[in-house]
RNA sequence: GCUGGAAUCGUCUAGUGGCAAUGACAAGAGACUGUAAAUCUCUCGGCUUCGGCCUUCGUAGGUUCGAGUCCUACUUCCAGCA
């Protein structure tokens, strides 16, 4: 589907933007969805431990998989005959699929030498096969894969890189964003590109500029949520990249976040993010709740509890009793804390359910704040809790 | 009743003269940001001024510089024979 973006409404104070994104199916009909938005993350074609009508009721619009992933298992030949991603999966929603360029850190960056200008080598973590992902395969791969919104296949660099190593990556995924576009050919999808550069306030202009000169259907600030970066790092980032992206496309803040930095990001003028955090913490028995906790080195987090802890053992109360989530609704910590320690994947479900909906509720509260023009009130309030 | 064998941290378990004692599970806590993550880390006898100190391997004695480990008796359990 064709991805466009309307602007509706700019927060006079913050400049947090309320939008609309359009999706239009080749037959002409057509899906809107209203940003600030989170997308849940199903790197293997699935959001983890949920079924599509799940992630459907926590009020997600576009979820995020994975090129790296499906190429190495089904394969993009596999979810092609299936008749694309989205028959293959079951979600009818809008698809967005990740490059690889993340997995260029995760999995390769701890061998610079695996980083060449023709692409990365890696070794598939399934049977030790050695890899090689470019940027022309990975265009190739999301073409096949034929979800809604592809990615330009960059390098996700360290938070710890230097200006010097920075500015040949930016380089190099500059010139990968040019191959990359020159080979997509996949008229029902859009090619988002991916602006790098650390904290850096030039780094982070000129890799915009020159990305924003090459077009594409929407820009992405990415290389964000890495290692121990700081978050005054992750909003610098923010801040010296969206002046320099056009205000006719959305914006995207790559593998974030936490709820202090949904509301950061979108004061900054981020439009949607996506982040594993909701679905991996509830897998490892944590919950969001409201309000926000001080840590050392990066400041404010997202507050959660920990269903694992002996003190839920005998609380009937809900999670979150203003939450409006199906767990909230139906089932006490004292229950969750039991299917927790006892390993059942029902409570990672529902774990994952509240998660993904307390930052989808968030969203929604933002862009009511947005559309009233209190967006800044909004996030002070939030502080408070 | 006789003959063997066994008793170790909540549970199972390693340990055949230098041990506060192995491993697993359980338990307690922490981390997690474009998913190598239903994973990983720490704690798990007591006290501590973090150098140590104290008390521990069924019970009671004994041998030894030193005993969870060897000896004796007892208690309990298991197996075989009556």
Redesign the pocket.
């Known amino acids: 589907m064709k991805v466009r973006y309307e602007l509706i409404h700019k927060d006079k104070k913050t400049g947090a933007r309320y939008g609309k994104v359009i999706f239009t199916a080749p037959d002409g009909t057509e899906q809107e969805y209203e940003t600030p938005m989170f997308m849940?993350?199903?790197?293997?074609a699935t959001?983890?431990?949920l079924s599509p009508e799940q992630v459907k009721d926590c009020g997600a619009g576009i979820i995020?998989?994975?090129t790296?992933?499906l190429w190495l298992r089904p394969t993009p030949e596999i979810v092609e005959k299936a008749g694309g991603l989205h028959e293959f999966m079951n979600w009818h929603g809008p698809i967005l699929t990740?490059?690889?360029?993340?997995?260029?850190?995760?999995?390769a960056h701890?061998k610079k030498k695996d980083i060449t200008e023709e692409g990365v080598h890696f070794k598939s973590?399934l049977d030790g096969k050695k890899l090689f992902l470019t940027p022309e395969e990975s265009i190739r791969i999301q073409n096949m894969l034929d979800s809604d919104i592809a990615?330009?296949?960059?390098?996700?660099?360290p938070a710890t890189a230097d200006k010097k190593y920075l500015k040949n990556s930016i380089e190099r995924t500059i010139r990968w964003a040019k191959r990359g576009k020159a080979v997509f050919n996949n008229p029902n999808q859009n090619l988002f590109g991916?602006v790098?550069g650390g904290p850096y306030e030039d780094l982070r202009r000129w890799s915009a500029e020159e990305t924003v000169k090459i077009g594409f259907d929407g820009y992405?600030v990415?290389?964000?949520?890495?290692?121990?970066?700081c978050?005054d790092d992750?909003y610098k980032a923010i801040e010296y990249s969206c002046p320099y992206l056009p205000e006719d496309k959305l914006r995207y803040l790559?593998?974030?976040?936490?709820p202090?930095?949904l509301l950061e990001g979108v004061k900054r003028g981020i439009d949607i993010f996506?982040?594993?955090?909701?679905?991996?913490?509830a897998?490892?028995?944590?919950a969001l709740v409201p309000g926000v906790?001080e840590?050392g080195i990066?400041g404010l987090?997202e507050n959660?509890i920990?269903l694992?802890?002996?003190?839920f053992?005998d609380d009937f109360s809900p999670i979150d009793e203003h939450c409006d989530c199906y767990t909230c609704k139906n089932y006490t910590r004292a229950y969750l804390h039991h299917l927790v320690?006892c390993?059942e994947?029902f409570g990672?479900s529902l774990l994952?359910i509240h998660n993904i909906r307390f930052l989808i509720r968030l969203t929604e509260q933002m862009r009511e704040a947005i559309k009233e023009d209190r967006y800044e009130e909004f996030v002070e309030e939030f502080y408070k809790k």
Do not use: W
Request: aromatic residues 4%; contains cysteine.
């Open positions: 849940p993350v199903g790197t293997q959001v983890k431990t995020l998989s994975n790296y992933h990740d490059s690889g360029g993340y997995q260029v850190f995760s999995l701890n973590e990615m330009s296949f960059d390098e996700c660099p991916i790098q992405a990415g290389g964000v949520a890495n290692d121990d970066e978050k992750m790559m593998g974030v976040g936490e202090v930095d996506d982040c594993v955090s909701p679905t991996r913490l897998r490892h028995g944590n906790r840590t990066s987090k959660r920990n694992k802890n002996a003190k053992t320690k390993d994947q990672a994952s």
